[in-house]
């Protein structure tokens, strides 16, 4: 497959990235991501799913609390066509099958809800033009109800019920854009849904209005013919001092009580779980076993700051840990790995977008193999089923299948003799790490 050039070609000098194996020393190339390769019955593409987010890859521009912007853009970023060109050219340079964004990426917002809806309507024709003239698909689009001051105090959860209205604006023109797009998830990330101070917050009531929101907004992408995924992607702070989507268990906890977890799962970012206090794995892993892991958010934080720094992702035991939860639950679904990521501030090189990438693709390439690996050999797998047998057969088994009461549990505890049995965890952190360095 060759590679999308719109009017003028905005990546010069650098082509399609190919696959040269983990010899190779070409920074431009893929050492391990190849795309065709089979890993078990799927190849690397259709396990992996790799996408670019739009707002890290083409919005942003270097600038933080502290400073101006560093990076500019080889296109003019006020105009979303020529936007939206450099984006596919990158996207199918690069060999991400999928891209995500938020409305606000990919045109300047408009204040005017008439004017805004008409604006992305004329971006979303071009943006189909050119899924269609590329082949890449859109894994899943957003609204960003989080920058504009009147979303200071929330959007689907503001005390100010036009302001939940003027949000409604955003997310119905989303819907339909996805619709029409063919995006295959809808994500809701609740930037300023959460609370600043009890002080002046009903957080029931705020609650039940976000609830309400996610109802009708179901309801109506249901009605036009939506029939992906929609997903809520938990974060637990950062901007507001605590969001209402704090991780992977309070999200499903509130999904369920709303009776929206059909319809709905999870977008699990790393930085966000970790953020958290849990690993990536441990939000993960909690999504997967209620069956609501929808995608990822491939990212990284820094273990020594206490923010969502976004880094691209490169640590290979994290990595490996998501990739076997993936292939456990036997894929991603509608899912897909986005990276959610940015390059440094201090990355300003044109190149630096591709090798950012080139080292998350390469990672998770590496991840997914390894991870394979560790799942065909079931020494890990079958650890842990030993660990619980005592619940596989007799007493144990009536116990775990609800057929025991209190009573009877207390009689047989009575005579029951108690031994230690190591955990083994020294045992089994050699074991990972040498599935890790077999590579
Ligand atoms: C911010 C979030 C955001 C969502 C989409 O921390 O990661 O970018 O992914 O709104
Ligand atoms: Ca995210
Ligand atoms: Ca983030």
């Known amino acids: ?189 609740g930037g300023r849904e959460g609370y600043m101070s009890l002080l002046n917050t009903d957080m029931k009531r705020e609650q039940e209005h976000l609830a309400r929101m996610l109802i009708i907004a179901r309801d109506y992408a249901r009605s036009i013919g939506f029939t992906g995924k929609f997903l809520i992607e938990p974060k637990p702070m950062e901007p507001t001092k605590h969001q209402y989507d704090y991780d992977a268990a309070t999200t499903i906890g509130f999904l369920q009580r709303f009776g929206l977890q059909d319809d709905f799962a999870c977008n699990i970012e790393a930085n966000h779980a970790t953020l958290a206090g849990h690993t990536f794995a441990h939000d993960l892993l909690v999504c997967s076993d209620a069956g609501m892991l929808g995608s990822v958010d491939a990212n990284q934080g820094d273990a020594q700051n206490g923010w969502d720094t976004d880094e691209f992702p490169t640590n290979m035991y994290d990595i490996t840990m998501a990739m076997l939860i993936v292939l456990n639950q036997g894929g991603f679904g509608l899912g897909g790995l986005n990276f959610d990521a940015k390059i440094r501030r201090n990355s300003t090189d044109a190149e630096d977008l591709f090798l950012a990438h080139i080292g998350g693709m390469d990672a998770f390439a590496l991840g997914l193999k390894i991870a394979h690996k560790i799942k065909e050999d079931g020494f890990f797998s079958n650890f842990i089923k030993n660990r619980y047998s005592s619940f596989d057969s007799g007493a144990g088994k009536r116990f775990a299948e609800g057929k025991m009461d209190l009573v009877e549990l207390a009689r047989i505890g009575l005579d029951a003799k108690t031994k230690q049995t190591s955990g083994k965890q020294e045992l089994l952190n050699n074991m990972f790490n040498s599935y890790l360095f077999d590579y």
Request: charged share 25%.
């Open 1 to 189: 497959m060759s590679y999308f050039v719109g009017e003028k070609e905005y990546f010069k000098g650098i082509g399609k990235i190919r696959f040269e194996g983990k010899s190779s020393r070409n920074p431009l190339a893929f050492k391990h991501y190849n795309a065709d390769e089979k890993v078990g019955d799927k190849t690397m593409a259709e396990h992996l799913r790799f996408s670019t987010a739009y707002w890290h890859s083409f919005c942003a521009n270097g600038s933080d609390p502290f400073g101006k912007p560093t990076i500019s853009f080889p296109f003019d970023s006020s105009d979303p066509f020529a936007k939206a060109d450099a984006a596919f050219e990158f996207f199918t340079k690069i060999g991400t099958p999928f891209y995500a964004f938020h409305d606000v990426d990919v045109f300047d917002d408009i204040e005017d809800g008439r004017a805004y809806e008409k604006r992305y309507q004329e971006v979303a024709d071009g943006l189909l033009a050119r899924q269609k003239a590329s082949g890449v698909k859109l894994l899943w689009n957003t609204s960003n109800m989080f920058s504009h001051p009147r979303y200071m105090n929330g959007a689907a959860t503001n005390p100010d019920f036009n302001v939940v209205a003027r949000s409604a604006v955003q997310i119905k023109k989303s819907l339909e854009v996805n619709v029409q797009l063919g995006g295959l998830n809808y994500v809701f990330w």
